[in-house]
């Protein structure tokens, strides 16, 4: 992260190179300290964007945390949140068993691995 805030910085600045290396320890301390004074907010959730029951349809399974409909969920709470799975479903107070994936997506992917014989021992070749 801070090495993404740095280039964009140098890229629109101009920046000697010995002032570069307090230019990264000045942004390194900011982001710690956004880190910390924004801890909270990830500790107590705040308003769900709907109703766990409704986050669940058919098709999509709907973010807690923004309100976005998702096929998969696991990546975009990686991406976007920092977050695993199980600290989302901690956070939100989930089930263990509550999907991460969209019911239909993960009958219809499972229909296509069963199609191409995955999950299946190979037949040996008789010699």
């Known amino acids: 992260m801070v090495s993404n805030i740095v280039a964009a910085y140098v890229s629109n600045h101009t920046v000697e190179p010995s002032e570069l290396p307090s230019l990264i320890q000045q942004i390194q301390r900011s982001v710690r300290g956004q880190d910390s004074q924004n801890a909270h907010l990830l500790s107590s959730p705040g308003v769900s964007a709907v109703s766990m029951e409704e986050s669940i349809t058919p098709d999509y399974i709907v973010c807690l945390e923004d309100g976005k409909q998702m096929k998969m969920l696991k ?3 990686k991406t976007s949140y920092g977050m695993t799975p199980d600290q989302y479903r901690e956070r939100w107070d989930l089930p263990e068993n509550y999907p991460m994936v ?3 997506y993960a009958k219809r992917r499972q229909e296509i691995a069963n199609s191409i014989g995955l999950g299946t021992r ?6």
Do not use: V
């Open 122 to 127: 190979r037949k040996k070749k008789a010699a």
């Open 102 to 104: 969209a019911p239909n």
């Open 75 to 77: 990546r975009h709470l």
